[in-house]
């Protein structure tokens, strides 16, 4: 087939340029028909739907139509026709077939429809293919491209913050270890403990498990700024609702108190929703037909309606008086679970709710301590569905009461001195706020495991692909 650049699928189906010859490349979805007549569905990825080939057998050798199978890559040059068929208004007239790629019937693992979520994550290297996946990963596409967009039209810069780190951020959980070091044979110190002092870095180092750190380091400066990028916690959670790698959207904002983070928390969810319902509607359509019928509408719910704002002693009121049975029991200090979220916000309000002024000690060194002594301004985003999406503060700018939190904590200040320098030279009140971007993800498009809104899932024994 002669070089000439081949059409989009989605460009195609949108197109009344009925006569006109057209060269597409894709993926085979079916093959259907009769000695006389084939029918094949095609699949570029460019859009959800496929675009219906016709293809008269008599004009076609007997021996390429054989390899055009469920799987196999093809191109077709042809003419574009109207349909006359249902549900589409547009196919190829196929005039020749060039077969790149065959693949087997017998050994083709999507060669049925109708597969399970769960199967699918076993061969999550073709599962890119099927309808659903070739939708989520659309939408992640353009929430990404959305995040972006959001913070460059108002002032943000966006601060690519290391991965590799020698500090614990959040001082929650368990952080994967990076080394060069030989792993027979690592130096030694007297005590029995590794000589990372020998190591690539000359220090301990290991994967971040957040760029806010560093992104405060950047609003000192810049005002307005934001990290994207992947962030790894080696905690042993197998649920639905955490990966090992994930990717977290990180806004650090000088002049911001907790009252404009929470402001400009649920403005961005906002636009992000906006945005998704704008730009990938067949794709939430598709999902919301076949996975979870209330997508569309809860998507436009949240639009409509303000997150409800209160404090994390009166949720635990709420909790406490609502007469449910838990299984994990609240109290004031305890920190909340999913069930409780989804609680306060599938139940109690029937809306999203950020939670403030949480027990200082469930929270983050860094997060500003409010004057009862007991609480810090921490805000949580809790959602429909999902429990918490975002998780921020306002900073504690502070150099003494930083520093005497540090020392509370025992994070050893020569690990965080850069951090406390901001403190002692210009500081200035702050505020910042995580988005979870798989998280969203799963709010999108209405899928309930988080290991299918990522391409590669990184999970406890779990690093195949
Ligand atoms: O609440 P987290 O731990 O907050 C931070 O890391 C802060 N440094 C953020 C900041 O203030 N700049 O995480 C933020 C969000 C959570 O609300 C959740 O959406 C998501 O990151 N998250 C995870 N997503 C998937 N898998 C995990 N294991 C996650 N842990 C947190
Ligand atoms: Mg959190």
Not at 42 to 50: P, Y
Not at 104 to 118: R, W
Not at 424 to 441: D, N, V, Y
Not at 444 to 464: C, H, L, Q, W, Y
């Amino acid at each position: 087939m002669e070089h000439t650049r081949r059409n989009k699928i989605v460009d195609l189906l949108k197109s009344k340029d009925f006569g006109s010859e057209v060269l597409v490349k894709g993926w085979v979805r079916t093959k259907r028909g009769n000695k006389n007549i084939n029918f094949i569905a095609l699949n570029d990825g460019s859009v959800i739907h496929s675009i219906q080939v016709v293809v008269e057998v008599a004009n076609f050798d007997e021996n390429t139509l054989k390899l055009v199978t469920t799987g196999s890559c093809i191109a077709v040059k042809g003419t574009l026709v109207e349909s006359m068929g249902q549900g589409q208004h547009v196919e190829i007239q196929a005039k020749a077939i060039e077969v790149y790629g065959t693949a087997d019937n017998e050994t083709y693992p999507l060669q049925k429809k109708g597969h399970s979520l769960e199967f699918l994550r076993e061969i999550a290297h073709l599962r890119p293919r099927t309808n659903t996946f070739g939708a989520v990963l659309r939408i992640r596409h353009a929430m990404a491209y959305g995040i972006h967009k959001y913070f460059n039209d108002q002032g943000f810069n966006y601060l690519h913050t290391p991965i590799i780190t020698g500090s614990d951020a959040e001082g929650a959980g368990a952080m994967f270890r990076v080394t060069a070091l030989d792993d027979k044979n690592p130096p030694m110190l007297p005590d029995g403990h590794v000589d990372y002092s020998q190591d690539f870095f000359g220090k301990e180092t290991k994967l971040t498990v957040s760029g806010q750190l560093e992104a405060e380091l950047g609003a000192m400066a810049l005002s307005l700024v934001y990290t994207f990028g992947p962030t790894f916690r080696a905690e042993n959670s197998n649920t639905p609702r955490h990966l090992a790698e994930f990717w977290m959207v990180e806004p650090e904002m000088a002049f911001y108190d907790i009252h404009d983070n929470m402001d400009l928390a649920e403005d961005f969810l906002k636009y992000l929703i906006q945005y998704a319902l704008d730009h990938c509607y067949d794709d939430l359509e598709f999902l919301n037909k076949m996975y979870d019928n209330e997508l569309i509408d809860r998507l436009k719910g949240v639009l409509e309606c303000s997150f409800e704002r209160l404090s994390y002693t009166e949720a635990v009121k709420i909790l406490k008086a609502s007469g449910q049975s838990w299984e994990f029991p609240v109290d004031w200090g305890t920190d909340l679970q999913a069930e409780h979220e989804r609680y306060l916000v599938e139940k109690h309000f029937g809306k999203p709710v950020i939670l403030t002024d949480y027990p200082k000690e469930i929270k983050a060194f860094y997060m500003k301590q409010n004057e009862d002594g007991k609480t810090v301004r921490a805000m949580d985003v809790l959602f429909p569905k999902i429990g918490e999406i975002i998780g921020g503060s306002q900073r504690e700018e502070n150099f003494d009461i930083l520093v005497k939190r540090i020392h509370e904590l025992n994070i050893p200040e020569k690990d965080v001195w850069w951090y406390l320098d901001t403190r002692k030279f210009g500081t200035a009140p702050h505020s910042g706020f995580g988005l979870g971007f798989e998280r969203l993800i799963l709010f999108v498009t209405g899928m309930s495991n988080i290991r299918d809104v990522i391409p590669f899932p990184r999970t406890p024994k779990n690093a195949e692909f």
